[in-house]
């Protein structure tokens, strides 16, 4: 009789009739082995959501998990020239979030933002969001920043614009960082100065 003992098999042509997972345990039934023994398949895709609205994801056969990306709207600008610009939208994603075929996520995108409106929040179902930034906005309360649903997402918050008058928009935010805060400019002698910047990086 021929005795095998290992921690990890990998073979790409083996015929077995019986198989135990030790000396004292019973044989393995035929449907279990087949269960073990499966051709395994992988399955990838993309889809993007870019224009604004509501959406539905449908879970493809085969995909056990997904990883996903929000971002909301900044905030709208201001219609006059002593007023400043909106706050930055935040930026939301999460890796290997548990899925069943079939099931049916919900996906809204925020729309372009109006002039002296705030920017929308987009989500991705239950799990998270992004909410979008507000006109005007001089303090980090009122920027755009990722919100925890059934999941908690990782991303930044939007910068906040210079709450006075001719102050710059704050930037969007980074998978790693938040986004740059605006400045203001001056109308004295044409001078003007520039916001700061906003950290960078990826999604894994």
């Known amino acids: 009789m021929t005795k095998l003992v290992a ?3 990998e073979a790409s042509d083996v015929s077995l009739g019986r198989l135990k997972l030790n000396s ?3 044989f393995l039934e035929q449907a279990i082995l087949e269960l073990v023994f499966a051709e395994r398949n992988s399955v ?3 889809s993007e959501y870019t224009t604004g609205g509501s959406y539905t994801f449908v879970v493809p056969a085969g995909v056990i998990k997904i990883s996903a990306l929000a971002v909301g709207a900044g905030g709208g600008g201001a219609q ?3 007023q400043s ?3 930055g939208g935040g930026l939301a994603w999460y890796d290997n979030i548990d899925v069943v075929e079939g099931d049916t996520i919900a996906i809204t995108v925020a729309g372009q933002t109006n002039a002296q409106n705030n920017g929308g929040t987009s989500s991705v179902g239950s799990y998270f969001s992004a909410t979008g930034g507000q006109q005007s906005s001089s303090s980090a309360a009122t920027v755009g920043k990722p919100v925890a649903g059934t999941v908690t997402p990782k991303g930044g918050k939007g910068g906040f614009s210079y709450g006075s008058w001719q102050g710059g ?3 969007a935010g980074g998978y790693t960082g938040d986004g740059g ?3 203001y400019g001056s109308s004295v002698q044409g001078s003007s100065a520039n916001g700061s910047g906003g950290a960078g990086g ?3």
């Open 7 to 9: 921690d990890e098999l």
């Open 24 to 26: 004292q345990s019973a």
């Open 44 to 46: 990838s895709g993309r």
């Open 80 to 82: 006059t020239w002593s």
């Open 85 to 87: 610009g909106g706050s």
């Open 169 to 171: 928009g704050g930037g």
């Open 181 to 183: 805060n605006g400045w």
């Open 202 to 204: 990826g999604g894994g």
